[in-house]
């Protein structure tokens, strides 16, 4: 055979073993974060925090260094208008944020925050739409009102769409057909290879540890079915479905290989909130997603706040847990709750 020939053979051999050969899977990682609250009821500085908060996630944005998607719940409203906060009654606090606590998320890592909650109309509809406003100026991509329920991500080359949702004034609601109709649309007609749905549901408090299988209710007010839900909106052909708003960590559930993390606790959180005991612990999820959906693994950062720490007087309420007291916590709760050996699912920390 002439050398020319045997070339020709050989390149095509090799192009065509190119083809044949498989393509490594792509994967997504997230993090995410629960309750976020940069001040409360600014322009008072009462319960504001040092130089406006710029501190807050100094000691803990290493621990998503390296995530596709970092994601959190805004839980409040962007107002400088003290006078506009709605009048509530004695168990319920307005959170009111100014415009510029939106660079110190930008700043730290966040790539999208979540509206749907139930603070955040606290100033009206004046300021959420400024809320929304100011999110844009900042480059942060939001999800969970009515006016924009869902956004989508372009990572690695996958498109991935995050839907908020919330049982409150203003938010996209909490209805499993209108969120799986929803999740069908952004993988059929927008071409997203992975859908998130981000949930702001349930009781709140210590006494609220637990998932239970039915509706829950708080102060009077429908909280949702947040097992329910989570697994309706899985089987409409959701991947990853994160909670937020008990204000403590919550169990974990792997359906259909599906991660269902209920909810993730306060993170970040100065002023008015409570984090005294298991409120004050928070963590870092993250979740690593095959391009088909399915959980490859997991890693939980422990986080905790403490307004008697050196931390919070300086402007950092939240700092990494080293008794790792949220983790701890989500295993005894993912067994109890669901019979489920977390462990098993974790990815190796990497070395430093």
């Not at 637990?210 to 102060?219: A, D, F, M, Q, S």
């Not at 991947?239 to 359906?255: I, K, N, Q, S, T």
């Amino acid at each position: 055979m002439k050398p020319f020939r045997l070339c020709l053979l050989l390149s095509g051999l090799c192009t065509l073993m190119a083809q044949e050969a498989p393509q490594p899977a792509r994967t997504i990682t997230l993090a995410a974060v629960g309750d976020t609250m940069v001040g409360s009821v600014y322009p008072s500085r009462a319960a504001m925090p040092p130089e406006d908060g710029r501190r807050v996630f100094e000691r803990v944005q290493q621990l998503w260094a390296g995530a596709d998607i970092v994601l959190g719940n805004f839980e409040g409203t962007v107002s400088s208008d003290a006078s506009a906060a709605r009048a509530l009654g004695p168990n319920s606090y307005r959170f009111l944020m100014p415009k510029e606590s939106l660079k110190f998320y930008r700043d730290a890592g966040f790539t999208c925050l979540t509206l749907a909650n139930n603070h955040g109309m606290d100033a009206g509809q004046t300021a959420r739409d400024a809320t929304v406003a100011a999110m844009e100026e900042a480059g942060l991509a939001h999800v969970g009102s009515l006016a924009q329920p869902s956004a989508i991500l372009m990572i690695n080359g996958l498109r991935v769409g995050i839907i908020g949702v919330a049982p409150h004034m203003n938010c996209f609601p909490m209805d499993a057909e209108l969120v799986s109709q929803r999740v069908k649309a952004l993988k059929e007609a927008d071409g997203c290879a992975l859908v998130v749905v981000t949930m702001h549901a349930g009781a709140e408090g210590a006494k609220a540890l637990h998932v239970p299988r039915r509706k829950e209710i708080y102060l009077g007010a429908d909280r949702g079915d947040v097992y329910a839900f989570a697994h309706a909106v899985i089987d409409g052909g959701a991947d990853l479905v994160l909670g937020h708003g008990p204000h403590v960590p919550r169990a974990m559930e792997v359906y259909r290989n599906r991660l269902i993390a209920y909810s993730l606790g306060n993170f970040g959180t100065h002023g008015s909130f409570n984090v005294k005991g298991v409120n004050g612990l928070g963590l870092v999820l993250e979740a690593t997603l095959r391009e088909d959906g399915s959980l490859l693994g997991l890693r939980i950062h422990s986080t905790r706040q403490d307004k008697g720490s050196e931390g919070w007087a300086l402007g950092i309420p939240v700092e990494p847990d080293p008794e790792e007291g949220a983790r701890k916590l989500i295993e005894k709760l993912s067994e109890a709750d669901f019979q489920i050996d977390l462990t098993k699912y974790y990815l190796p920390v990497p070395k430093p």
